[in-house]
């Protein structure tokens, strides 16, 4: 007899007047600082990012980025880099980019 399984987690909603670039691959909650792993799209510094997971979800504005430690003023897809945040992040929030 087959087991039971458990439902399917329901694909990701598009959220109108965003588009997901990335994702949270790290949190250093003592920097306040989310390592983002950008899928597609790309980001500039004044650009504004909705990060949404489980118990995250905030916007904020793009004020710094940083790669290898190095200030980047745009990354894009394919790209990791750093990015002081406001509210705590956690791995696996997806981060969209909010149209202007």
Do not use: C
């Amino acid at each position: 007899m087959p087991r039971p399984t458990a439902p399917a987690a329901p694909p990701p909603v598009a959220i109108a007047g965003e588009e997901r670039v990335g994702v949270v691959t790290h949190y250093y909650s003592h920097l306040a600082v989310a390592i983002i792993r950008m899928e597609r799209g790309n980001l500039r510094e004044g650009d504004t990012v909705h990060i949404k997971g489980h118990t995250s979800d905030f916007r904020q504005r793009v004020e710094s980025m940083e790669i290898d430690h190095v200030h980047v003023m745009q990354v894009g897809a394919k790209q990791e880099f750093g990015m002081r945040v406001w509210e705590h992040a956690r791995e696996h929030d997806v981060v969209y980019k909010v149209a202007p």
